[in-house]
Structures are given as C-alpha cells and as structure tokens.
C-alpha cells in the first residue's frame, strides 16, 4: 500500500484537524499522550516526548446573531456530548498515517493510530463491512469526507472505492438536515452550532443564484477550519437558500473536497495545492467576473418618462414566488422585522424609490369581501438583489397588538399582511400589484446632486435601493454620481438598525459620497437629555440641511408621520435666523420637486 508522505500528513492533520479543534468540541479537559516516534520520520517527536491534545469549553458561549438566543441548558445538553465524541473520534480517525514505515512496523505505531484502530474496529465489530464503515465516518459532523478518506486508504480500500463511498456517506445526512432545521425546537437546540455556522458562511447569500451556487460550491469543497458540508447546509439554511439550490451546490462541493483529498493522498502536500488552486481559480472567475448593469436602464439613464407605473392592477395581480423571507433584526428589537426577496421572472420591472402592492390570502371577517391591497416600500434596486433583474425585496415589520389583558399579543389584531409577508417560505406565492408612485424617484440627470435621506424603521426600504444604485452596482448613474448621499435613519436601538453592515461598507467605500447618522431613542439622549429621535438627530445638522437644500438638494422622508412636524419646525426655525419666509420657501422647494414625503 503507498503511503502518505511526512508533508502530506502534515497537511492533512491541519485539514482536518483544525476544524475541529477550532470548534472547541474535542476534550473537554487537557490531555497528555505519549506517543514513540516512527523512525526516521522528520517530524516525528523526540521518544517519550508528550503531546498535548486540549480545547476549550467556552467558544460555545456566543450571541446567537438576530435569529435566536442561547440558553445555558443548550451548551450543557446531549447534542454537545455527542459532538465532542465525534469530534474525538474524528481525531483519532484523521492523524492515522498509512505510510509504509507505519504499514511494515505496525507495533511502534503512535498511540494515535491505535486509537483509530480500535474506533474503526468498533464499527466493525457489529459485522458492518469496511465501505458501510467509511459512509458512517464520512457522514459524522466535524469529521466529514475530509477526515474519511484517509481512513479509507488506512483500511486498505482502493481510492477509486473509497472516494464514492465518501461522497455519498457525507451527503446522507444533508438533505434531512436541511428539512429538519426547520423546526423550532431543533433550531433552539443547534443555537450555538447555527451561530458559528452563519458566522462562517456569511457573504453566500451575495449575488445572482449563479454566485451563491459558486460560492457555496467553493465554501464546502476547500477543505480548510470550519467549512465542510454540514457548515454549509446551516448556512444555506440560514441565509434561506433554495433548498434545491443548496442540495446540488453542497454536492459538488462535497465532490471538489473528495477529488482534493485523494489528490493529497496520492500526490502529497504539492498535489492537493494545486488541486486548491484550481477550484479557487474556477471560483473567482465565476465570483469575481463583473458586468455592467444596464441592461434595465432609460436612455439617457437618467430619462423619466418610461417610469413603469400601475403595470398589474388589483383586479389582474401579478404573481409573484417568495425566494427566501429572513428576520434581520437582533433579539433586543422592538418588534420583528424581515427582508424578504421576491422572484418576479423579470416580468414586474419597477424604478428605485416605487412601491409594491401585496394582496394576502383570504377574506375579511367583517364582511367576508377579499383583503385589500397593502403598499409596501421596494427595498432593493431594479436589478434586484442578485442584479438580474428578476427579483424585488421587501423590509416589512410584523404588525402585532400587545393586550394588557391578554398580557400577549392579540392574534385577532395582528396585522394581516405583514404577518403573512413575514410567514412565507421559500416557493410561497404572492399576489402583487403597482409598481406604484413616483414621488420618491431620485433625479439623476444632474450627477452632482446631493440626496438628504430620512427614514424611521422600514422607511429605510427606498433609500436602500438608492444606495445599491449608487455604491454597489456598476450601473451609469454609479459611475456619473459625484453628490453626497446622507442618510439618517431612526430606530430604536442597535439590535434594531437595518442593513447597516451595507450602510457601512458604503461609508467605508465611498467616505466623500456617502454620509450615515443614526438616531438610536432608547441608547442615545439629545441635547436636552431626551430620548434622541430621528428630527433631533437631523436637528444637529440644521444649519448644513438647510444649506444644501438652497444649494438644489433633495430631501427625503420614509417612515412614521411622527417625524415631520419636529423636522419641519427645526427648518422654520433655520429659515427665521436667515430672515426666510418658511412657507415660501418649502413652497419654492416643493415646487423644483426637491420635497419628497412618503409617511404614514
């Protein structure tokens, strides 16, 4: 039997290894092993010298991000016990070397090898033959097809057989996983796991579905810490990828890591480089391959008048199917908030700054007559969040009554169409009306213009598709654009700002073009030591806003109509310093059409 080489193990005890170990599952205290030294290896330790095997017990203690929280009864339960035991026979499993030396002086072997030995032999014992061995190895969390393979040679099957074995063993438990992760109770239980696994795969879900394909692909097939296919199907779970998406793409990522291990086996450390090398390079051709959108623009870009208006009516809706519904608040909002992607086919084409009609199922009880049409704000560009130009989203907030009677939430005066929107699962249906408005349109003929953007909540919904148009796609209005885009968005706390890790890598992209202020009320005090609101926040800039408007800015205002007198009020004051008559003067602004008001 060929065996491995030094480097060769070398790099397959960090492949392998490290994630679990990064995992903090293996041991729950230190342990001293003495192992004796294969002769003549190079990286062999000194006989009698100890090797310490420990991992900590508190990387599971994390914040489960915006979708969960986790309990201290979690951390302590079976579901951990059983991992950390995987996570020790994966180990064991994987420092195995089938070199020669090893193969022909089997009684000098490191005490590891007979610890996989025994666990190998322990599956075997209940009559199972080697390949039903491997698939139940291979399938094991943590442990996966990376740790399998070698054992595979190490039991003396040819790589031709252990492969397909592998493949298939790592795949089984996937596609109940993904099923299972809907219950709540599981997700509960998975709270610590789910965490890390989103923490790691965060980014899949950016891009057309031919990109999140790829990059799943790559995270599951690149056998390094933390990735595998049990990470990527949490991940794809959480960031609400198509199932069946998900299904093909983790298989071939399961593929390139078992084509990438037998390479290692085969050809060492220098082969499965290469072999690395060139999934990475496939990867980015596909990840970091870039084109202009504008294919949906007017021309000039900047031409009005083919704004689609009204395009399905209430009477003949459009059909749209639910492609992923995500909650995107932290568990100290007020409230629950979801984004939620809309797959239109490319038949429903809108601008930024319009407005979707949903029309929920049913009847009403009062008189028993269809729902009405609810607007709701688009909240991405019109090429839509994958940039096909097929898709829309929606940043809708669940409308819920508290009863003080009840001491809960009435379910009789729930909203109905932000709790069905934010219901929905992957494939649901919708029926949608509009696109509808045009009075939050941003003006693009003048590159030069500078956009004042006030939202409270999901008001937020418009301005998000302004920022993509501007700092995130390759369309000509982001390329002509040399304004200022302000945005001021107030919400309650920090758990509850809405796609701010967009916000700031705008502001980190873009720090002359792009200005962001929050207004936290219930973390942030004003200058008089009050909760700080949205107006107060703009109301430190007063002097700034006012200028920029007299110099041809547009301002615009999304959210609740709370805001507006406290915003106006601060703009009377400003004009009464300046000797402005206010009311002319918001007259001359509505008129230039640089007054925007969306409220409710």
Not at 15 to 25: D, E, K, R, S
Request: proline share 6%; with cysteine.
């Amino acid at each position: 039997m060929k065996g491995f080489s030094a480097s060769s193990l070398l790099v397959l005890s960090s492949l392998t290894v490290a994630p679990a170990l990064n995992a903090n599952l293996i041991l729950g205290r230190s342990k001293r092993v003495h192992a004796t030294p294969v002769p003549h290896h190079p990286f062999a330790p000194m006989k009698g010298t100890p090797i310490v095997c420990s991992a900590s017990n508190t990387s599971l203690e994390m914040k489960w991000s915006k979708t969960s929280s986790v309990t201290d009864s979690m951390k302590r339960g079976n579901l951990k016990f059983w991992l950390r035991k995987s996570a020790f026979a994966f180990v064991a499993l994987t420092m195995l070397s089938p070199g020669s030396a090893v193969a022909a002086k089997a009684a000098e072997t490191v005490e590891h090898l007979h610890t996989g030995q025994k666990i190998a032999n322990f599956f075997m014992g209940f009559g199972l033959p080697k390949w039903a061995v491997l698939s139940i190895i291979s399938a094991m969390p943590v442990v996966e097809l990376r740790g399998a393979v070698p054992v595979g040679v190490w039991l003396g099957m040819p790589i031709a057989q252990v492969l397909p074995i592998c493949v298939l063993g790592n795949m089984t438990p996937i596609v109940p996983l993904l099923f299972m992760l809907r219950n709540d109770r599981l997700k509960k239980l998975m709270a610590p796991i789910l965490n890390r696994a989103e923490k790691k795969a965060f980014g899949l879900g950016v891009g057309s579905l031919e990109k999140q394909w790829v990059s799943l692909a790559t995270f599951v097939g690149i056998p390094l810490p933390g990735t595998g296919a049990w990470t990527g199907a949490m991940g794809a779970f959480l960031l609400n990828m198509p199932t069946a998406l998900a299904l093909t793409s983790i298989f071939a990522g399961v593929v390139s890591a078992g084509l990438i291990m037998s390479i290692i086996t085969l050809a060492g450390k220098k082969g499965g480089l290469a072999a690395i090398g060139v999934l990475l390079a496939l990867a980015a051709k596909e990840l970091f391959s870039s084109s202009k959108q504008d294919f949906l623009e007017a021309e000039p870009y900047w031409d009005q008048s083919s704004v689609p208006v009204n395009t399905y009516k209430n009477k003949a809706p459009f059909s749209g199917k639910i492609i992923s519904t995500k909650r995107i608040v932290g568990p100290k909002a007020t409230g629950e908030t979801c984004h939620i992607i809309i797959d239109h086919g490319g038949d429903f084409p809108y601008w930024e700054g319009q407005s979707w009609g949903v029309i929920p199922p049913g009847n009403r009880e009062k008189d028993g007559k269809p729902h009405s049409v609810r607007l709701y704000s688009i909240a991405s560009s019109r090429y839509g969040d994958d940039m096909t130009g097929s898709t829309g989203s929606l940043c809708v907030r669940r409308a819920t009554y508290w009863c003080p009677e009840l001491k809960g939430n009435d379910p009789a005066k729930k909203g109905v169409c932000s709790n069905f929107l934010c219901d929905t699962q992957p494939g649901d249906e919708i029926k949608m009306t509009g696109p509808a408005g045009k009075v939050m349109l941003m003006p693009e003929e003048d590159p030069a213009t500078d956009y004042i953007m006030v939202a409270t909540g999901t008001g937020i919904a418009p301005y998000r598709g302004f920022i993509r148009r501007l700092f995130f796609e390759k369309t000509p209005a982001a390329e002509a654009y040399k304004g200022e885009a302000w945005l001021f968005l107030g919400v309650a706390n920090s758990d509850a700002l809405l796609y701010d890790d967009e916000f700031q890598e705008a502001k980190s992209n873009f720090p002359e073009n792009f200005r962001l202020d929050y207004a936290l009320s219930r973390e942030q005090t004003n200058k008089s030591g009050g909760k700080m609101y949205i107006q107060d926040r703009v109301e430190e800039y007063a002097d700034e806003v006012f200028t920029k408007l007299e110099n041809g800015a547009h301002i615009y205002f999304c959210g609740l109509k709370g805001m507006m007198p406290g915003i106006q009020d601060m703009l009377k004051g400003v004009a009464e310093k300046k000797g402005i008559d206010y009311e002319e003067w918001l007259k001359g602004l509505k008129k230039n059409k640089q007054w925007h008001v969306e409220v409710y």
